[in-house]
Each structure stands twice: as structure tokens, then as C-alpha cells.
């Protein structure tokens, strides 16, 4: 179907359902419709009907079910609606319609689901949705609802879902929301309410999913949450929250996702989180905790997430961390943590690993060679340690896509087997302690996005083999000891975005073969000892943007194709031997 709905349709007086839903019906509903009293079911959702709902359905009165879901839908819902007191189920939703909820929608005495998510409504929910007596969904949600809750909803004691998550809603939570009482799921998420989260809501035994993250709230969590005893889910995250984390919260034993991530929580970590047996993610990062990670958290054995980064954490890792079999995610970094790594975590059951990050810490050591045996890892972040000795073989890691060495202390040299990480896009070794020179395996790295081997005391040539990086977005080699050419080959990198070779013994000349890197907007060549005349090769570089090749040895004039630069912004070729 292709067309307006026949205005003849609404001559079928015995109607009692109709349903046009998925199609390409177009225009707008005719009034005629509003001629079917015998009608029990409408549904014209997922069309492409335009226009509002016509003012005639409020004489629907035989009318228990109105989708007119998923389309093109606009303007205001009339208030004749308030008319289908038959009516069991509202559906609203994914359309463009605005304006304020008209007060009458609270004599639908006998609504079971309001669903006008994802639409342009606004203003302030009305008082009269607490009359709604046997409504068991209400889905508000992606509006640009205002003002307060009313606290009329806490009247509405058959509602098992309230959504009203990514609106405007400002002022507290109204206590009066603990008499729902066969709430399951609570949604206030991405709103502006602020204040403290009443205790109240511990009343809600039946529970199951709590959802007030990306709000302004304060105060503290409240003990009495453990009375949860249904609760699966409780996201306080990215608000303002203060405190301790309540030990209490070690009682709800259905837990399975824990985030308080994104606050301004303190204190330290209350081990009695160790008896949640059925917690799946436990997000406690970007807050102020302090004290050590206690070791009971190793009990938590359904465990796939554990984000303890971004705090004031100090000690050691415990090595009951080894025993969370289920854990995919690690991350400790960005603490105080100090001591080295324990092998433990290689040796005992984190098969399913596959994000390790501890980076920025206090961390010293050597790198464990047992490491090696997380064979799903795909991410090990230890940037930012104290981390020394020479890399001990990590091979085996063949899954890993991130690399990320650097700001250690890591000596000895670049190892052969990271030519055998063949899915590798990042490795990051910088700002170490790296001799010798760099394998000619690393161009075998198809893969290879990211290569930054930069601030160590690497020495040798550039091998010609890094050409073959085909998939290459940065090379940054500055600040070592390189000598020897630039190889032709790098000419091949076709996506490399920046290029440095700074800081360098490089010599001989730029090879012309540069100017074919055509998605280059950084390179650096500066404080080498490059001879001969700039390549007017270099002015086929149409996306440069900072071109900086001073405290070198080169000499000749500046070749006019330097001018074909139309997108540099930055050019600096001081310090050579150049001439007009």
C-alpha cells in the first residue's frame, strides 16, 4: 500500500478491528474514523502517516487498544482522548508529536500501557496520571518533559515499569514513589533531578531495575537499599553523590550490576561487595575511594566487569583476583597502586580476560612472563608504571589489538615476537629504556595502525620493511638514536596521518618518494643531520598541515611547489643551509 487511507472506511459500522500497521500508508487519518463505534482494536503504527490524531476518535468509546506507533505523527494529542475510558493500551511512541499532556489522559481509568516515548512532548507531566489506578507500563522516555514528578505516581500501585528517562525533569524524587508497590522497574535516568535519593524507595520489594544515572543528585546512598531484595540492577552513576558506599549493599544477593561510577563517593572499598555471588559488572570508577582493593572482591566469581579506575587506590593487587573465571574487563588504572604485578594473574583461571588495564599507577617490577597465558586478551594497558626489565615473551597473546608499554622504564630490545601479534593495530613502547635497533618483523604487522617507538635509545637504521605497513596511521620514531636514510618505502604508507622522525641521527637526503602520502598532515623531520635539497615532490602533500624539517643540513633553494600547500599551517625549515 501506497495511499491515503479510504475515507470509506469509516462507513464499516460493525467494525471491531483494524489493522493497517506496516505499510506506506500516507497523508493523514481521516475523521471518518471516529464513525466506527464498534471498535475495540486500532492499529496504524509503522506507516507514514502525517498530521495529528483527529479529534472525532474521542467517540471510540467501544476503543481498547490506539497504536499509532513508529510513523510520521505530529501535533498535540487531542484531549477528546480522554474520552476511551474502554481503552487498555496507548501507543504513542517513535513519532514527532509535541506539546503538553493533556490533563484528560487521567480519566483512562482503564489503561494498562502509556507508551509516548520518543516524541517532542514537553512541559509538565499532569497531576491526573496518578489516576491511572490499573496501569502497569507507563513509557515516557526521549521527550523534553519539565518540572517535577508528581508524586501522584506513587499511587499507582499495579505500575511494573516507569520510564521516564532522557527528559527534562528537574526538582528531588518525590518519597511518595515507594508506594508503588509493584514497581519492577524504575527509570530516571539523563533527567536533572537533583537532591538526595529518598529512603523511601527501599519499600519497592518487588524491584528489580534501578536507573537514576546522568542526573545532579547528592547526599549519600541509602543503607536501606539493602531491603532490594529483587533488585538486579542499581545504576546510581554520573551524578554527585557523596560518602561511603554502604557495606549494606552487600545484601542483595540477586545483584548483578552494581555502577556508581561518576561520583563523588570516598572512603574505602566496603568488603562485604564480596558476598553479591551473582554480580556480573561492578562499575566503582571516576570516584574518590580510597584504602586498598580488598581481596574479598576475588569471591565474586559471575564477575565479567570490574572497573576500579579513577580513584585514590593504593597497595597491592590482590591476588584473589586470579579466581574470576568470568572476568572479560580489569581496570584498575589511574590509582596509587604500587608493588609489582602479581604472576598470579596468569596462572590462575582469568581464561575469559580480555581487557587488562593498570595503567597509570606506582607500579615497579618486571613484567611477569606469565602473562602470557591470558590467551583472550585483546587489550594490556600498563602506560604510566614504573615497570622495568626487558619484555619477557608475550607471543602466545596472539588476539591482542592494544600494546600499550610506554611511560615505563622497560629496557632491553624491541622482541621478535611482536612480529607474531598479527591482528596488532596499536603498540605504543614510548618513553623507555628500549636499545638496539627495531625488527624488520614489525613491517610484517598488517594490521599495524598505531606504531609509536618514540623517546628511547634505539639505534640502527630504519628498516625498509616498515613500508609495508599498508594500513599505518601514525610512525612516531622521535627522540632516539636512528641513523642511516629515510627508506624510499615509507613512501608506500598511502594512510599514514603523521610521520615523525625527529630528534634522530638521520642522514642523506628526503627521499622524493614522500610526496605520495596523500593523507599526511604532519611531518617531522627536525634536528637530523638530512643533506641535499628539499624533494619538490613534497608539494604534492595536498592534506599537510605542519611540515617542520629545521636543525638539519639542507641545502639548495625552496622548490616553488612548496606553494601547492594550500591546507599548511605551520612551516618550519630554519636552521639548515638553505638558499634563494
Known sequence: LNRAIPLEVGSLAALQTLDLSHNQLGSTIPSELGNLAQLQ?????????????????????????????????????????????????????NNQFSGTLPPELGNLTSLITLNLGNNMFGSALPLQLGNLSVLQTMLLSNNAFTGALPPALGNLDALRTLDLSHNQLSSSIPAALGGAASLQTLNLSSNQLSSSIPAALSSLSTLQVLNFTANTLTGGIPPEFNALDALLTLDLSHNRLSGAIPPQLGGLASLQTLNLSTNLLSGAIPPDLGALTTLQTLDLSHNQLSSTIPGALGSLLNLQ?????????????????????????LNLSSNQLSGGIPKELGTGTLTALQTLNLGTNLLTGSLPVELGNLSALQTLDLSYNKLSGSLPNLGALTHLTSLLLHRNAFSGSIPTWLSSLADLPTLRLANNKFTGGIPAGLGSL????????????????????????????????????????????????????????????????????????????TLYLHNNQLTGSLPPELGNLAALKTLILSRNRLSGAIPPEIGNLTALEGLYIANNLLTG
Open 41 to 93: 482494536i486500532l492499529d496504524l503504527g509503522n506507516n507514514l502517516i502525517i498530521g495529528g490524531i483527529p479529534a472525532s476518535f474521542g467517540t471510540l468509546t467501544s476503543l481498547q487498544q490506539l497504536d499509532c506507533s513508529s510513523g510520521l505523527f505530529s501535533g498535540t494529542i487531542p484531549p477528546e482522548l480522554g474520552n476511551l475510558t474502554a481503552l487498555q493500551s496507548l501507543n504513542l511512541s
Open 305 to 329: 566487569t570490574l572497573a576500579l579506575n579513577a580513584n585514590l587506590l593504593s597497595g597491592l593487587i590482590p591476588t584473589q583476583l586470579n579466581a574470576l573465571a568470568s572476568l572479560v574487563t
Open 446 to 521: 598488517a594490521h599495524l595502525q598505531y606504531l609509536d617507538l618514540s623517546t628511547n635509545l634505539l639505534t640502527g637504521a630504519l628498516p625498509a620493511e616498515l613500508g609495508n605497513l599498508s594500513s599505518l596511521l601514525e610512525l612516531n620514531l622521535y627522540d632516539n638514536q636512528l641513523s642511516g636514510g629515510i627508506p624510499p618505502s615509507l613512501g608506500n604508507l598511502a594512510s599514514l596521518g603523521i610521520l615523525n622522525l625527529s630528534k634522530n641521527l638521520l642522514s642523506g637526503s628526503i627521499p622524493p618518494e614522500l610526496g605520495n602520502l596523500a593523507a599526511l598532515g
